[in-house]
């Protein structure tokens, strides 16, 4: 069955974005600097082979925080792959061109889709508070997060909210990538 | 001049003990899982490379958050060094017999003397306050994060409280410690 990984950038300091979070705003302010490492171009060996696999995977589960912000990446992810997005809202009227695009409000559903829409690839799962309704429930087999090498000092973090529930991690995978970012994969013990 | 080191053990989801801190709990509920990794006898070689390294730094300066739940490590934490202690109360009666351990309250004057004790070995820096308060003084030169392959879920966070100061950080090290243990050392870039 296809496995569930979380890709996202991350800060030393636990932060996805800066503070000041806004839709216009979609990093908060900063948090651009978590994001400069794929950026096309600029590439090095290390940080292209973690972002050729994100962009090789079979479908998408993110939340609508992600998405919308992102203005749903014009539909296309990449090479037209479904995209489940988690939200208590109907989808928005600029998303209804986009067949590949569903809204839903169930992590399970959402993930049972994509893994389906995946076949054999990899559901790349994106954003805070997907991440955490995954790993709550259980269904979030892996993590690559992206260390970038900053302090941020406020914004969003990815790991808030979760509880207390203790999950253990097996390391499967350190990749030191260019701009000193370094690319850690985790497998969540189950 | 010597150099000031954070060594501090880090989940991945960025807590450095438990929920429930007492004086009598220490490292919070669960929190011993992110201090399993240099028990002695538990050492491989990469952990122990970096075991041997914190037990030959110069000086000490830890946080009374930090030193009095350890009971001030018995006087010494290794080699008799000293030990300065940032504290808004006086040194407790409890260690008036040890002369090489100092309560301070000002973190610029217990960084210049630790400095001065630890002569050419570098200053040992403990506890998610004081790495906060040596980051925000500019006076944090390099961090060693053991980076534990564990979500705890919730907890006393390492980075907590830094205000929006950006820094930028050097990756200078990684190595792959056993028990899935990666140790992350940055320059902090001034």
Redesign the interface.
């Known amino acids: 069955m296809s496995s569930t990984v979380l890709y996202m950038s991350m800060s030393?300091?636990?932060m996805i974005a800066g503070?000041n979070v806004t839709l216009d705003n979609g990093l908060g302010?900063?948090g651009e600097?978590l994001h400069e490492w794929p950026l096309p171009g600029d590439h090095g060996d290390a940080n292209r082979t973690i972002y050729d696999e994100f962009m090789t995977t079979g479908a998408i589960v993110a939340g609508a925080g992600t998405f919308e912000p992102a203005e749903g990446w014009g539909g296309d992810h990449h090479d037209g792959v479904e995209i489940y997005v988690l939200s208590r809202h109907p989808a928005p009227a600029w998303t209804a061109n986009w067949s590949n695009v569903h809204y839903l409000n169930d992590v399970e559903t959402a993930i049972a889709q994509a893994r389906r829409a995946a076949g054999d690839k990899y559901v790349l799962m994106h954003g805070a508070s997907t991440a955490q309704r995954a790993?709550n429930a259980g269904l979030l087999d892996e993590?690559e997060?992206h260390?970038i090498?900053?302090?941020?000092?406020?914004g969003v973090?990815?790991?808030e909210h979760?509880?207390?529930?203790?999950?253990?991690?097996?390391?499967v995978r350190?990749i030191?990538g260019e701009g000193?970012v370094?690319h850690?994969r985790?497998r969540v013990r189950h």
Do not use: S
């Open positions: 030393l300091d636990g503070p302010d900063r600097r790993l993590l997060i260390l090498p900053v302090l941020l000092g406020d973090r990815l790991f979760l509880g207390v529930q203790h999950r253990e991690l097996e390391r350190v030191e000193d370094t850690l985790y």
